[in-house]
């Protein structure tokens, strides 16, 4: 009893002991940096609701949020990061896009969470916070283990961010039997997407063995040649799963290209990148099923709808993540006593936000991403 008492009182104290310490500090500032004017105006307006909604959730009147403007323009952020930090902020959410990460450097003592998926090249005082292709890729692999899936053909479009895909393969450790590089251009696209799945190849299988059949005396050859005539090609692809690395309308193309050549996701497993639940999706019946990872659907609706009440729109997806990414400073500054160091990103942690379970470690945040697949009108939750 005597113990249970002295623990009891001891974490009165600790947390007595903090309490203090924050009433006897400045405010928290947090300087916000996203494009509230030009192109992606509407993309800022959604992140700094999405933080207000941050911190109202807290309630805690010493976080102070200070956004600034970036007009999307590497020059305008270095020069609103400079004003601020003037002001003694040390710690940033945004910027949003890749692009205006440099000469974020030279502010050595601050850190920047990034709304960005990109991790490679970036500042050291820079933590990318988005859902980045290791994180993906790390659930892809546990999707491969349940399904037991070992010839998986990737598919890598020849884009900027194809390099961002080569590190999170190498990183996961996930199974692959072959990766190939593919053309944007539709004119190149379905011709690559032939050589690869031994179309040709699979074609002329399916003639030689129609015209074998017809020279043959077995007995059911009529209706053995109904049946050959009715289809394209015969013959494995020598894949049992295809990881398409790449979205929206060109996604679709890869898929309508896998179909030309008589590649179907009923025979097939089809693995696509984070959707963000597109439900443009629906539409492409032919293609489905098609599986991807992505944040919890339940929490991004629930997260949608209370958007939609306060704010009577919808928010952008990115948005989602600056909200969790004002719990996220908060709850480490709790655990350091409120200080900001190279300690608040370094040590190992978990954080639970509604876009799912952050792992924090040696400056680096990695998501632990659910499942879906796509089917008819609906995304079916995997894991």
Not at 222 to 235: A, F, M
């Amino acid at each position: 009893m005597k113990v249970i008492i002295k623990y009891f009182f001891n974490v009165i104290f600790i947390f007595l002991l903090n309490i203090s310490y924050v009433c006897a500090n400045e405010n928290i500032k947090i300087g916000l940096l996203a494009p509230f004017t030009g192109e992606y105006a509407d993309i800022g307006k959604s992140i700094i609701q999405s933080t207000r909604m941050g911190v109202n959730k807290i309630d805690d009147s010493k976080i102070l949020i200070l956004p600034r403007d970036t007009k999307s323009d590497p020059q305008e952020t270095l020069n609103r990061v400079e004003e601020l930090y003037a002001e003694g902020v040390r710690i940033f959410i945004g910027p949003v896009f890749n692009k205006n990460l440099k000469g974020l450097s030279k502010f050595e003592d601050a850190i920047f969470l990034s709304l960005t998926n990109k991790i490679l090249n970036n500042p050291n005082n820079v933590i990318s916070a988005g859902i980045n292709a290791k994180s993906q890729f790390d659930a892809i692999k546990k999707f491969q283990e349940i399904n037991e899936l070992k010839e998986t053909l990737v598919l890598i479009p020849k884009k900027d961010y194809k390099e961002e895909i080569e590190e999170a393969i190498i990183k996961s450790k996930i199974k692959t039997k072959k990766v190939f590089y593919y053309d944007i251009d539709p004119t190149k696209l379905t011709k690559q997407i032939e050589k690869i799945t031994r179309y040709k190849i699979r074609k002329k299988t399916l003639k030689d063995e129609i015209k074998r059949v017809k020279n043959s005396d077995d007995p059911n050859k009529e209706k053995k040649l109904e049946i050959l005539n009715k289809k394209d090609t015969i013959g494995k692809i020598g894949y049992d799963s295809i990881i398409i690395a790449d979205f929206n309308e060109s996604l679709k193309s890869v898929a309508t290209s896998l179909l030309y050549t008589d590649v179907s996701p009923k025979k097939i497993t089809f693995i696509s990148l984070n959707q963000w639940f597109d439900e443009t999706l629906f539409k492409e019946t032919t293609s489905q099923p098609i599986s991807f990872p992505s944040i919890n659907k339940k929490n991004y609706d629930n997260f949608r709808r209370d958007y939609n009440k306060t704010f009577n729109e919808y928010p952008n997806q990115l948005s989602m993540l600056s909200y969790d990414l004002v719990g996220l400073i908060y709850y480490l500054l709790l655990q350091n006593n409120f200080e900001i160091d190279n300690k608040l990103f370094s040590k190992k942690n978990k954080f639970k936000g509604v876009s799912g379970i952050f792992e924090i470690n040696n400056k680096k945040i990695n998501h632990l991403l659910n499942f879906y697949k796509v089917e008819g009108d609906k995304f079916i939750e995997i894991f």
